[in-house]
């Protein structure tokens, strides 16, 4: 159905079936829809708090509807890196750079550990992953490292620790000399009961005396990365 552009009218012009059906009840239709959904040729121009929008359908060039809105959108992951920078030292691990960058290091043969928190976003859903960004210039693999992390959080009001995971562990293998790995250990965090807007606190430990950290190098340790579904 196609809008017929009105026609000013003369006194004394008489008005038939056909012209009444094209100006008059057509285009009333053609604004109100054959499917009930209004249609506006140019622009709407409304006052302060008079308009309600719960979902929009857009008709493409090629006919198409594509509908948006609330009710339509889908969570989404998003991912937060907590750099290595922000981290507390603990036993025998020490900062220094890497490149134009500030890393933290694991030296090889001892226990080496750091400290740190991070916020939950506020847009948080549910958990996806915790992985550890870092490299080593050992050389080919399979060289091991030998690595745990354990996590409390809360969120505010409530007590610190409400929440708690201990012994994430595992092997995780470096993919060559120089390579950034982005890793989780073996034995995964869950993070059973995290919310948003929750303070996660870690410790991170490689531990090089262990007989399954076979890496015979420095670990440089980028940051934590942390993955997660986001409401959209």
Known sequence: ????????????????ASNWNDVGYSNMRYLKGLDGTITLEDGLDLGTNELTVNSIEVITAAGALVAHGASVHTNITRKLFIPAVSMHLGTNATGTSRGDGGVVQFPDAVIATVFGYFYVPDDFVSYTSLSLVWECASGAPPLYMYWDIDVQWAASGDVYGIGSEAGAKGQTVTGGANVINVQEPNDAVAFAGLGASDYVGYEIQRDATH???????TVYVFGLLFEYVANQ
């Not at 159905?1 to 038939?16: D, E, H, K, L, Q």
């Open 211 to 217: 007989v399954d950290d076979t890496l015979g190098g």
């Open 1 to 16: 159905m196609a809008w017929v552009a009105p026609v000013s009218r003369a006194t004394g012009y008489v008005i038939t």
